[in-house]
């Protein structure tokens, strides 16, 4: 073997522990270089990155697979896809059905080649269904019974369906759903699904789920928040919550998980948790109250902490870097203007006909379980400049203890009502304007959370000018118990 | 020709899209780590042949362009998600060159995975199945049999060389025979 090859040995262990997710960071650069430098470690590269692949590929949706000896009569019927022309809504159906339609085989006892070619054969017949005589992206038109095990106890937002299968890209409060992928859309949006023993599950945002109920309940939390509220689980077979960077065994809890591609972020609000980093399989328990962060660093170990009382007054005026997770454009600040966020556009909900429903708007963040208390006489101020009149919505989405879902509660002003900012004696005010709204003068966005309850935080605050591009900007943003206009700090 | 978003693509172009998507998913898995990020590059890349589909020339072989396309929506999904950073636009070039001159034999290989995966012990085939169902993952599957996640792996790793070794004397095989 050259000096340019890595020992082989050194290349497969470094290989199938980026395959099973167990290579520190350390390792990942270790075989990052080994690729760099040698042709024959990329090739073995290749070869276990495909296999790895196609593994993925026949295996992925046997999970969310219904037999059809297994089908139970009248559970639930998902309505047929929609088949309106060939349009936008077209495409998404199309696209999707190619992410999802792949079937795949369940291993057990005999896993023949015998099923690969059934697989294949079947793709081929799936394309032919699907591309019919005339050519068209049809999705599959007749109704589909299966096995439901959730039901949506609540909606607000665009929200989609698929078992890998049929898809239902319209979910409503009282659809049953078999295990499969659920996808919610909006900044503001939620979805309550609620399994048979009433564990609830609450997707906030934007978010990506897959959820099962075989041996025991599973949630794949690909990206977004949920909130959980899960009875007591059987003995031996917790409720798991899988992330991108985390496992969570749930047995009988309320807690709220926030992920994304490089973190987890989790909070307990009644019982205890495990937690699990999957970059190096450190686990931590994570008692009532308290909160743990799982990343892909693996220098610092676990811990779970108590979160302190969160301020009642919070300012955000966009200096210095832009707001970690915020949304809208940053605008540094120059001669004339401050640091702000321009509204950008962002997908509100979708129509009966599944267009986007787009408003423009930005969106302040900050820890996940909450950034700030509102109280009885909190009031919420936001400095802003439009371009044109326009009418301005302000929505606060509530967070319990740890995090958990409180519900959404929104204001409207016409921004020509806001108060000008006085002129500051050196210069235009630049349009700037004041609007500030007391805590009470919000109303529920949904009817499963009708009360604003005081002591709960604020986990987002969305500033938007529904569906007209008003160009909004947003340079300053406080929520306190007094006057809430930024005074000099 | 036309263009923008009232072009319809052909049933043509739509049945090379829906043939192209295991190569598509394969290749894009060597250029980005983890199954959730595959399917989103994957997605984004069925958006962007739709919408190419008026530019794409009909005389001309179908996969490398797609697979190019794949490649680019893959950079652009790394840099936007700022993942493994180490992995440097020279070094994604080069396997993604080297997957695309590669591209016969992947499909060779895996037709062959098929029936290897029939000649390994049953236990092996369970232990792939519940490695690769939705949602598994490895400490799932240790907690779940009383073993330590580093032992699960190390078999896994096992099963796995066991199905690259014989997909290659399949090959060789095919070639010789």
Request: net charge negative; with cysteine.
């Amino acid at each position: 073997m050259s000096a340019m090859n890595p020992p082989h040995d050194e290349v497969e262990e470094l290989l199938n522990g980026l395959l099973d997710k167990t290579l520190s960071t350390a390792d990942e650069t270790r075989l990052v270089g080994m690729l760099a430098a040698s042709a024959e470690a990329r090739d073995r590269y290749r070869k276990w990155m495909e296999l790895h692949a196609a593994l993925h590929w026949d295996y992925a949706g046997a999970a969310t697979h219904v037999p059809d000896s297994k089908v139970r009569d009248g559970l639930a019927v998902s309505p047929p896809l929609e088949t309106n022309g060939l349009g936008e809504a077209d495409q998404r159906a199309f696209i999707g059905s190619l992410r999802l339609a792949r079937r795949s085989l369940i291993v057990s006892g005999a896993l023949a080649a015998a099923g690969l070619l059934t697989l294949a054969i079947g793709w081929s017949a799936l394309v032919q269904l699907r591309l019919g005589d005339t050519g068209r992206a049809a999705s599959a038109t007749s109704p589909r019974v299966m096995d439901a095990i959730v039901e949506v106890a609540s909606l607000d937002g665009a929200a989609s369906w698929s078992d890998g299968h049929s898809v239902l890209s319209n979910l409503a409060v009282g659809h049953k759903l078999s295990a499969g992928m659920v996808s919610l859309e909006g900044e503001s949006a939620f979805l309550t699904l609620r399994f048979d023993d009433g564990t609830a599950v609450t997707m906030t945002g934007e978010s990506m789920l897959e959820f099962a109920a075989r041996w025991h309940k599973s949630v794949v939390l690909r990206h977004g928040t949920l909130s959980i509220d899960a009875r007591p689980q059987p003995a031996g077979r917790p409720m798991r919550i899988q992330t991108p960077t985390a496992e969570v065994e749930v047995v009988g809890t309320i807690l709220s998980v926030t992920a994304d591609s490089s973190e987890t972020q989790l909070g307990v609000g009644e019982g205890s948790v495990r937690l699990q980093r999957l970059a190096d399989g450190q686990t931590v328990e994570v008692p009532e109250h308290h909160v743990a962060t799982a990343s892909l660093a693996t220098g610092q170990p676990m811990a779970a902490t108590r979160p302190g009382q969160l301020p009642s007054r919070y300012r955000q005026t966009f200096d210095g870097t832009p707001c970690f997770r915020c949304r809208g454009k940053w605008m540094a600040a120059d001669d004339r203007l401050p640091s702000r966020a321009r509204a950008v556009p962002f997908v509100a909900g979708r129509g009966a006909d599944g267009k986007p429903i787009v408003h423009y708007g930005m969106t302040v963040r900050d820890q996940d379980h909450g950034f700030v208390t509102l109280h009885d006489d909190s009031v919420v101020a936001v400095r802003f400049r439009c371009a044109t009149l326009s009418r301005i919505q302000l929505m606060i989405g509530m967070r319990g203890p740890c995090g958990s879902f409180a519900g959404n509660f929104e204001a409207q002003i016409d921004s020509d009502s806001a108060a000008p900012e006085d002129d500051p004696g050196d210069g235009p005010s630049n349009g700037w304007r004041w609007l500030e709204v007391p805590a009470r003068k919000f109303i529920a966005s949904c009817k499963e959370f009708p009360v604003l309850t005081p002591g709960h935080s604020v986990g987002m605050l969305l500033v938007d000018t529904f569906s007209s591009d008003a160009a909004l900007e947003v340079a300053e943003v406080v929520v306190g118990r007094q006057a809430a206009k930024a005074v000099s700090e | 020709m036309p263009s923008g978003s009232d072009f319809s693509p052909s049933a043509e172009f739509l049945a090379q899209v829906t043939r192209a998507q295991r190569p598509l998913y394969g290749f894009i898995s060597t250029l980005v780590w983890g199954h959730a990020d595959v399917e989103d590059v994957l997605q984004e890349t069925n958006l962007v042949l739709w919408r190419k589909a008026a530019e794409f020339d009909a005389s001309r072989d179908f996969m490398p362009w797609a697979l190019r396309i794949a490649q680019l929506q893959s950079m652009a999904h790394l840099q936007k998600h700022r993942r493994h950073p180490l992995l440097n636009s020279d070094l994604l070039d080069r396997i993604a060159d080297e997957a695309i001159a590669d591209r016969a034999t992947a499909d060779s290989r895996r037709q062959a995975l098929a029936s290897c995966l029939q000649k390994i012990p049953e236990k092996h085939r369970r232990l792939v199945a519940a490695r690769y169902e939705p949602g598994a993952s490895v400490n799932a599957m240790a907690a779940a049999l009383g073993k330590q996640p580093k032992a699960v792996s190390e078999t896994l790793r096992r099963v796995r060389r066991t199905l690259l070794e014989c997909i290659e004397r399949s090959l060789a095989t095919e070639a010789t025979g």
